[in-house]
């Protein structure tokens, strides 16, 4: 059941007859209060919140309420419910989620406006949602959120974009309040509500780092020690994976993890796993993942094959690193379910070979990918080939 800020007062005569009937409410504590009074024994949330679960499935069968703010199925506890019981045995009472009630308060359409959480989730998820002309609804986590989130927009060369924060809507002390994301020293101690919602109206700069949406970013883009597919060749490995929304990734011998964080961007559902032997180089790629957006990627330390052992299962694979050992191809292979798809680019004698063998038992398609750059000659220019890369792609039958 949703509740909002305005209590009982806000809950249909439906709704209100299902709390009434509950023998048990669980919720927040601020939930239980604007809830009351109840006759019913009550639940308050523990930390962990899944310590709770068990009680509640025990009352599987009798009447029990679980309260949420706003719609239970948008950002809420409702799918995690529904994870555990059959939808069948859920009756669901929602209110206007917060997206809903902030798109109504500042006229946004909300199909067009990016509606984002960032409740257990780190800040840089915004970052490749940062276009210019963007409408971003963002879930705050705490009172302090807002300021973070203007600082971070400002960094990333988005200094005139405006920031509403809209703190307790729907209820008595609803308030609102501007800033530009310049200005977020302001919010500092400002006093700001933990239940808020954040409205950003993206303007950038003319410096802003606008992450591209096509593949093939510019190496500048990544920190690097040289250990990196280039970008000519990523975007050609990008479409040999073919990547789908929700996908898993792993990306073997990651280096600098450009593969595996172009594969994150291509979808916020996609999942990418970089398995990188050396320490200095995992821990740049999980920065690299962080100053680009997608924080999700998983960053795994050892050698392959081994370190592929026990690995979440990938529907595709990249093999950049590692390619001339037969047993990191056969190994990413195998993992792969049918349908799956898997790329690996070969720049040495003793690795090509390797692809050629596997072209040949396995099938699918092997290319030569030559790139050259125009260069400074002198006081001219001409042009400077890149090292030539052998490029093998198939799909599990």
């Known amino acids: 059941m949703g509740i909002g800020e305005d209590g009982r007062a806000g809950l249909s005569p439906a709704a209100a007859r299902a709390l009434d009937g509950a023998g048990l409410v669980v919720g927040g504590r601020r939930h239980l209060a604007l809830a009351a009074p109840l006759a019913a024994e009550t639940l308050a949330w523990p930390s ?38 059959p939808p069948a045995e859920i009756a669901c009472y929602p209110q206007p989620s917060a997206f809903s009630l902030a798109a109504a308060r500042l006229g946004w359409p909300l199909a067009e406006t990016v509606c984002l959480t960032l409740h257990g989730r780190p800040l840089e998820r915004v970052i490749p949602h940062l276009q210019p002309g963007a409408r971003l609804l963002v879930l705050s986590r705490d009172g302090l959120t807002p300021g973070l989130l203007a600082a971070l927009v400002a960094a990333r060369g988005f200094a005139g974009s405006r920031l509403t924060i809209l703190e307790a809507m729907g209820g008595p002390r609803e308030r609102r309040r501007e800033v530009l994301a310049h200005a977020s020293g302001s919010l500092a101690g400002a006093g700001i509500d933990p239940l808020n919602t954040v409205a950003v109206e993206v303007a950038a700069d003319a410096h802003a780092a606008v992450i591209p949406l096509a593949p093939g970013l510019d190496e500048a883009w990544f920190e690097s020690d040289g250990q990196i597919t280039k970008a000519e060749v990523r975007a050609v490995t990008l479409a040999a994976l073919r990547p789908r929304a929700g996908q898993v990734l792993w990306d073997v011998g990651a280096g600098s993890g450009s593969v595996g964080i172009e594969w994150c961007l291509r979808h916020p559902a996609n999942r990418a796993l970089a398995v990188e032997a050396r320490e200095d180089r995992a821990a740049r790629i999980a920065r690299n993942a962080l100053a680009l957006g997608v924080p999700d990627l998983a960053v795994v330390r050892g050698r392959a094959p081994e370190a592929l052992r026990g690995l979440r299962p990938p529907d595709a694979a990249f093999v950049g690193g590692g390619v001339s050992d037969p047993a ?18 070969a720049v040495t004698l003793e690795s090509e070979p390797v692809l050629i063998e596997a072209y040949r038992r396995l099938g699918g398609l092997l290319r030569r990918i030559g790139i050259a750059r125009a260069e400074p000659v002198g006081g001219m220019q001409g042009w400077r080939p890149a090292m030539p890369v052998t490029q093998w792609a198939a799909t599990k039958p």
């Open 328 to 345: 990191v191809i056969a190994a990413a292979w195998a993992a792969l379910p049918p349908g799956g798809r898997l790329v690996a680019n």
């Open 48 to 85: 962990p919140i899944e310590a709770a679960y068990p009680a509640i499935l025990a009352r599987r069968g009798r009447a029990t309420c679980v309260l949420a703010t706003g719609d239970p199925f948008h950002y809420g506890i409702g799918a995690v419910l529904a994870g555990l019981v």
